[in-house]
């Protein structure tokens, strides 16, 4: 909320989104317009771990108003994008009566989202189903540490896949897999 005329040229002033010139509503630079895509992208991968979760955008402070931003993924998606396009610079009026608690706070989410790359899950092996009790897994298990329904550590699984993968044999999979006290069976 700002008690300026909507209209009235504004100061940058997305801490953490590095956004561009001052006063102008001219183009950006190259270097401009990278770090306004980056932030698209960042944004992006937000709404991807967020907008499951229930959140219904991001809040970002503001130095110029010095208070908290809540803006909805859409339409923080449309600013960038007009930024980009024609380097008007976003506008102060989030949403409308926001409940800051479904907002998740720009650094926090850029954080998470860092965290979550460096912890590999994209990387790991999906695995398809638990051995131990036949289910087979949702979507959203195949990179799982455990089995949600028996609890068994599906990081066997996923181990037996990789030497598969590395081109062992069947013999040498259950021998690696005996020696490292993995297999039962
Ligand atoms: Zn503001
Ligand atoms: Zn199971």
Redesign the pocket.
């Given at each position: 909320m700002?008690d300026r005329p909507p209209d009235e040229p504004?100061g940058d002033?997305f801490d953490g989104f590095d956004d561009p010139d001052e006063f102008s509503d001219v183009p950006l630079d190259e270097h401009e317009s990278q770090l306004v895509e980056q932030d698209l992208t960042d944004l992006a991968d937000f709404e991807a771990a967020f907008r499951p979760e229930g959140y219904r955008g991001v809040a970002v402070w503001?130095?110029?108003?010095a208070?908290e931003?809540y803006y909805p993924w859409d339409m923080l998606r449309e600013n960038l994008t007009l930024l980009l396009d024609t380097g008007e610079t976003p506008v102060?009026e989030?949403a409308f009566a926001p409940e800051p608690s479904r907002y998740v706070p720009w650094d926090y989410a850029r954080g998470y989202v860092d965290a979550l790359r460096d912890s590999g899950v994209g990387d790991r092996i999906a695995v398809d189903a638990c051995t131990q009790c036949g289910l087979t897994l949702p979507e959203e298990f195949r990179s799982a540490n455990f089995c949600p329904r028996c609890g068994v550590a599906l990081v066997m699984e996923r181990l037996r896949a990789a030497l598969d993968k590395a081109g062992l044999g069947e013999d040498a999979i259950a021998e690696v897999l005996r020696a490292t006290g993995f297999a039962t069976r």
């Open positions: 700002s504004q002033d503001c130095q110029d108003c208070e931003h102060h989030p």
